[in-house]
T-cell receptor, first 114, second 114 residues
Framework: GDSVTQMEGPVTLSEEAFLTINCTYT??????LFWYVQYPGEGLQLLLK?????DKGSNKGFEATYRKETTSFHLEKGSVQVSDSAVYFC?????????????FGKGTTLSVSS | DVKVTQSSRYLVKRTGEKVFLECVQD?????MFWYRQDPGLGLRLIYF???????EKGDIPEGYSVSREKKERFSLILESASTNQTSMYLC?????????????FGSGTRLTVV
């Protein structure tokens, strides 16, 4: 079945460091791909998305490019801030016979120190 | 912006109690979802619904049921709460079944069963 695998955390960085969180997927169809962020004590918020190959999603300085050839959707940010400390979830959504619930990775915790 | 509202942020219930978790969305979204979130396990889908009075089992439906009598409201019911149902419960809604539409999440209900 469809699945998402993301790098295990926690990821610990200093402020202004470069961030990469790896995400790869397995899907039978042509999924849409998402990154969600969860700040402490809150629900998940959509960070960015891409709906077809080579699309780049971007928001708040974060970027991810839909790479069909490597089935990847890695999240990057050039200079992280303390306020970026959160849990990040990669997810995919594709139509199938049972309907289309989002499938999530297990999440990667990012901790940024000043 | 679409809002998804979960009735309680924190709940403490006793083993064996019947527990109702309520979720309301203020747009005309067709799809609604219940997930539970546990450390190391990520988000796991409990139930989802495509429309009023429709429901589909997710990955872990045992011990839960749902009700969707109105389009805007999706209730999760723990028939007889047990300590292994202590978790963060997240409700989400989505406009369409497939592809490019992500979810809007509520803030979550942290349930403790004692």
């Amino acid at each position: 079945g469809d699945s998402v695998t993301q790098m295990e955390g926690p990821v610990t960085l200093s402020e202004e460091a470069f961030l990469t969180i790896n995400c790869t997927y397995t899907a039978t169809g042509y999924p849409s791909l998402f990154w969600y962020v969860q700040y402490p004590g809150e629900g998940l918020q959509l960070l960015l998305k891409a709906t077809k190959a080579d699309d780049k999603g971007s928001n708040k300085g974060f970027e991810a490019t839909y790479r069909k050839e490597t089935t990847s959707f890695h999240l990057e940010k050039g200079s992280v801030q303390v306020s970026d400390s959160a849990v990040y979830f990669c997810a995919l959504r594709t139509a199938n016979q049972a309907g289309t619930a989002l499938i999530f990775g297990k999440g990667t915790t990012l901790s940024v120190s000043s | 912006d679409v809002k998804v509202t979960q009735s309680s942020r924190y709940l403490v219930k006793r083993t064996g109690e019947k527990v109702f978790l309520e979720c309301v969305q203020d747009m005309d979204h067709e799809n609604m979802f219940w997930y539970r979130q546990d450390p190391g396990l990520g988000l796991r889908l409990i139930y989802f619904s495509y429309d009023v009075k429709m429901k589909e089992k997710g990955d872990i439906p045992e011990g839960y049921s749902v009700s969707r009598e109105k389009k805007e409201r999706f209730s999760l019911i723990l028939e007889s709460a047990s300590t292994n149902q202590t978790s963060m419960y997240l409700c989400a809604s989505s406009l369409r079944r497939q592809g490019a539409y992500g979810y809007t999440f509520g803030s979550g209900t942290r349930l403790t069963v004692v």
